[in-house]
């Protein structure tokens, strides 16, 4: 690779980050993936971007390897969440010393994976742990395949769910016959009669509640999983093709409204202010990510159960997702015995991802998925169908978690959310959007 070709590559996987701060401390193993000296602190070089309850859960993993293999030792290495992290595991990469296991969202793996900075997991021999295709969720295990190709080793799925208020819903008459969930919702009129039953029957200040003011990253989760009941891919030929629906999105607009014009919700709240009025019985429902389950569950008296999406605008349930996964960044100087400790490392992390469910992620290595315990974590298991109707986001060097296309797509559906714009007008507002990415030239070739 030239360094002219490496350094397109690494600014748009990260977005242009400055490197001056990464070059401290040169005995770290990041460090050594800048200056080409040979990360051998460890058997195993892992790096991620967890923190908070997260990175507690993947500590008890790491721990509970070391424990099961005393003779293999494991450094993790923490680096910032969002483009930083991209760009410094890229960095690494190209310079030829990357860690041995990295984790990435799968959102973003189709760039990597075009840059040739992964390599395919079969050269690790996972399969000869067992770790194949029949043992993953389906939809986590296509998103990780690029080209027919499996660059890497899903975690699990993550998406986009909705919470309710349990009193809430018993007072609104929500619960089904045993007291122990929701009714069964389906369509949109179900769902808006559900939402108004939670303000009138219920007696909550507000039907819905969600984060939506300066927070285009949960815009445009909630709108991609309203319009893709309706139709495909916003963008087409990864990603330089405009495939945007014109009656779908007005319809998702319009029902967005529905919801916003009458007072049901919201249009225009903060996510402190979202949490604040669900975890005081103000909101009977939230849509919001599984990742908040652990915050909401530090509520004092707050009682609160977690359901997939119905389906809304179309026939079927559409869950808006995306996936932690792990891979094998490119190394050809990386040996056999490393390859093998990492190998048994990403099983190891499979076989322990329980703990990682503990912070609302569905599994999705199915032994875990289906094990008791897992099955034993409520709400978790309320929501495990969420993981196959998973729909991520469409395939472009320029999507994924974090991404700028998130930002500015979701911060024209804020502005469709709060009612400043008409469906009309935001169909050509996501088009002039999703144009500034088509016509950009790609850094890398994408098939």
């Not at 748009?12 to 990464?22: E, M, N, R, Y």
């Not at 190709?149 to 309710?164: G, Q």
């Not at 769902?191 to 507000?206: D, H, P």
């Not at 919700?265 to 979202?274: D, H, I, K, V, Y």
Request: glycine share 10%; net charge neutral; proline share 6%.
């Amino acid at each position: 690779m030239s360094g002219a070709m490496a350094r397109r590559r690494l600014l748009a996987l990260g977005g242009g980050l400055a490197l001056t701060g990464a070059l401290a401390a040169c005995s770290s193993p990041l460090a050594s993936g800048l200056t080409g000296s040979q990360p051998n602190t460890a058997d195993v070089i892992f790096w991620n971007l967890f923190t908070g309850g997260d990175g507690a859960n993947m500590v008890l993993m790491e721990d509970r390897f070391r424990k099961t293999h005393p003779g293999t030792s494991v450094e993790a290495t923490v680096l910032a969440w969002g483009n930083p992290y991209y760009t410094k595991l890229a960095l690494a990469t190209a310079s030829g010393t990357p860690p041995d296991v990295g984790i990435v969202h799968l959102s973003r793996l189709p760039l990597l994976a075009a840059s040739e900075l992964l390599d395919p997991i079969e050269k690790a021999g996972l399969g000869e742990l067992g770790i194949t295709e029949d043992k993953f969720t389906p939809a986590a295990w296509r998103k990780a395949t690029v080209d027919g190709t499996v660059y890497a080793v899903p975690l699990d799925t993550h998406p986009f769910v909705l919470y309710y208020n349990v009193d809430l819903a018993r007072r609104a008459g929500l619960l089904n016959a045993a007291g122990d969930g929701l009714t069964p919702l389906k369509g949109k009129e179900d769902f808006l009669a559900a939402v108004k039953a939670m303000k009138t029957a219920g007696g909550a200040q507000y039907g819905a509640v969600m984060s939506v003011i300066a927070d285009p990253s949960t815009a445009w989760r909630y709108f991609s999983m309203i319009y893709s009941g309706l139709a495909g891919p916003v963008v087409t030929d990864s990603g330089t093709r405009i495939a945007l629906d014109t009656e779908a999105v007005q319809e998702t607009v319009a029902f967005m409204q529905s919801l916003t014009a009458d007072g049901l919700m919201p249009g225009e709240l903060n996510g402190s202010g979202a949490n604040a009025l669900f975890s005081t019985g103000k909101a009977g429902f939230l849509f919001d990510g599984e990742w908040q389950i652990p915050a909401y569950r530090q509520v004092k008296g707050l009682r609160f159960d977690v359901v997939p999406f119905p389906a809304l605008l179309g026939p079927e349930p559409v869950a808006y997702a995306d996936s932690h996964a792990l891979v094998l960044p490119r190394n050809g100087r990386r040996s056999g015995t490393r390859t093998r400790d990492a190998a048994q490392f990403i099983k190891s992390l499979l076989d322990n991802s329980a703990v990682w469910a503990e912070g609302g992620h569905i599994p999705a290595w199915l032994p875990t998925q289906r094990s008791r315990a897992f099955l034993d974590q409520s709400p978790q298991r309320n929501y495990v169908q969420a993981a196959f109707d998973a729909r991520y986001d469409p395939e472009a060097w320029y999507t994924g978690a974090g991404s700028d296309f998130q930002s500015v797509v979701g911060g024209t559906i804020i502005e469709a959310i709060a009612g400043r714009l008409s469906p009309k007008a935001a169909v050509a507002g996501l088009r002039s959007d999703l144009k500034r990415f088509t016509t950009a030239r790609p850094p890398v070739t994408m098939k």
